[in-house]
């Protein structure tokens, strides 16, 4: 049974930093992709980081690339997002997924591309 579960949200003010956990399980993470999403209010979900795993390769949106850094333990299956100099704007929920068990491929940033979905945790950043 495949599972993503998030943690690590939480209120910071802004400047602060925040790692979120994704811990994996039912899947091997060496040959697939996990990707950070997030969704804030009234907004659509938008990628923000993707670590492919069969490609060695990393990815960062625009918005977090030089403040986000996302890596792996390999012994406990989990995926780190280490988010620094928070903004309000980074407020959202926050998701991991995987590309495995996916037959679609529109992007690393394109919720389409994942079909296994963490249940999300919540980031705020506000003073």
């Known amino acids: 049974q495949v599972q993503l579960v998030e943690s690590g949200g939480g209120l910071v003010q802004p400047g602060g930093s925040l790692r979120l956990s994704c811990a994996t399980s039912?899947?091997?993470?060496?040959?697939?992709?996990i990707g950070w999403f997030r969704q804030a209010p009234g907004k659509e979900r938008e990628g923000v980081s993707c670590?492919?795993?069969?490609?060695?390769?990393?990815y960062y949106a625009d918005s977090v690339k030089g403040r986000f850094t996302v890596s792996r333990d390999s012994a406990k299956n989990t995926v780190y997002l280490q988010m620094n100099n928070l903004q309000p704007d980074d407020t959202a929920v926050y998701y991991c997924?995987?590309?495995?068990?996916?037959?679609?491929?529109?992007?690393?940033?394109?919720?389409?591309?994942?079909?296994?979905w963490g249940q999300g945790t919540q980031v705020t950043v506000s003073s």
């Open positions: 039912g899947f091997t993470l060496d040959y697939y992709a």
């Open positions: 997924a995987t590309d495995h068990g996916s037959s679609t491929f529109a992007g690393v940033f394109s919720p389409a591309s994942y079909y296994y």
């Open positions: 670590i492919n795993f069969n490609v060695g390769d990393t």
